[in-house]
C-alpha cells in the first residue's frame, strides 16, 4: 500500500503562486508514475500533470501547460506542482495520485493510489 499526503493549497490572488507538495509513505517503489488531478465544484476530476520517474518523463494538460511544473525530490518520496500565473479557473481541490505503471496516464482510473486532495482557491 501507498499512502500520499498532500499540503500546500490555499487562498490566492489572480497571478499569484503556489507550491503544492505530495509526499508518499509505504510501498513507494510503487510510484513510478505521479500525478496531479483536480476536481472544481460541480465538475468532473480533471488531469493537470504527471511524471514518469524512471523514464524523466512529464505531461501536462493543456490548460496549465507554461505555467505549471512537476518535479521530484526521490529522496524525499515527494512530488511537488508550482503553480505559476494562478487564474480563478485554477480553483478547485487539487489531488496527487500514483500508480506503478510504466507509462504516464491522464485517466483517473489508471491511478491506484489517491491522497486526500488539498483545496487552492484563486481570487479575481
Known amino acids: 500500500q501507498v499512502q500520499l499526503v498532500e499540503s500546500g493549497g490555499g487562498l490566492v490572488q489572480s497571478g499569484d503562486s503556489l507550491r503544492l507538495s505530495c509526499t508518499a509513505s509505504?510501498?513507494?517503489?510503487?510510484?513510478?508514475?505521479m500525478g496531479w488531478f483536480r476536481q472544481a465544484l460541480g465538475k468532473e476530476r480533471e488531469f493537470v500533470a504527471a511524471m514518469n520517474w524512471s523514464a524523466g518523463l512529464t505531461s501536462y494538460a493543456d490548460s496549465v501547460k507554461g505555467r505549471f511544473t512537476i518535479s521530484r525530490d526521490n529522496a524525499k518520496n515527494t512530488v511537488y506542482l508550482q503553480m505559476n500565473s494562478l487564474r480563478p479557473e485554477d480553483t478547485a481541490v487539487y489531488y496527487c495520485?500514483?500508480?506503478?505503471?510504466?507509462?504516464?496516464?491522464?485517466?483517473?482510473?489508471?491511478?491506484?493510489?489517491w491522497g486526500q486532495g488539498t483545496q487552492v482557491t484563486v481570487s479575481s
Open positions: 509505504g510501498r513507494t517503489a510503487s510510484t513510478n508514475i
Open positions: 495520485a500514483a500508480d506503478r505503471r510504466v507509462t504516464m496516464s491522464w485517466r483517473t482510473y489508471e491511478y491506484r493510489y
